[in-house]
């Protein structure tokens, strides 16, 4: 089964309709290491499912890059303002590793919406999910010192530790490379 079905079903069932329409509106791409699937100023017209591999999305605030989320395997690529507001993005995102993604243009993921009630309930639900999950990063940033950072991301991500770079780790959890490698080092 497409991993991309797979994790929806877990949200509820799935008619043969709606499992061959999803099908044949799946879209599916690729990425080499480096290549951006989204820039600043461009609108996010994909809900991105990853299949194999690591994403970032990161902001430039005072000339600095800003990571704000990393996507690996089994978590969805998107730019949340961009595409549910239908505005231009403030963020990039890039593939750190060589990925596969599959996923639904805005266009195609409405008319699901609105085509099966079911979908409609799994999308609802997966949003509330999606914003749950942003809720518990946004605490545990704003609230922790940079060791209760550092344990979030051991406790949410931990396989995140030995595939992102030191210096993007750094900004996602708003502290310095210096202050993060101190920590890794303490922990081994």
Excluded at 102 to 115: I, Q, S, V, W
């Amino acid at each position: 089964m497409n991993p991309l079905i797979a994790a929806i079903s877990n949200f509820g069932n799935l008619s043969e309709d709606l499992l061959l329409d999803i099908d044949s509106r799946l879209k599916y791409v690729s990425y080499k290491k480096k290549d951006l699937i989204l820039r600043e100023g461009e609108i996010c017209n994909h809900l991105f499912f990853v299949t194999k591999g690591l994403l970032r999305s990161y902001y430039y605030h005072q000339k600095q890059e800003v990571n704000s989320m990393f996507m690996e395997e089994g978590d969805f690529v998107i730019s949340v303002l961009s595409y549910y507001k239908r505005v231009p993005s403030y963020e990039f995102i890039e593939a750190i590793e060589e990925v596969e993604l599959c996923g639904f243009h805005y266009d195609d993921l409405n008319y699901l919406y609105k085509t099966y009630q079911e979908f409609n309930t799994i999308g609802r639900q997966l949003t509330e999910s999606y914003f749950c999950l942003a809720e518990e990063r946004l605490k545990a940033l704003r609230f922790n010192d940079a060791m209760g950072k550092y344990e979030f991301l051991m406790n949410k991500k931990t396989n995140l530790i030995n595939r992102v770079p030191l210096k993007d780790l750094a900004t996602y959890l708003s502290i310095t490379p210096e202050t993060l490698s101190r920590m890794r080092s303490s922990f081994r």
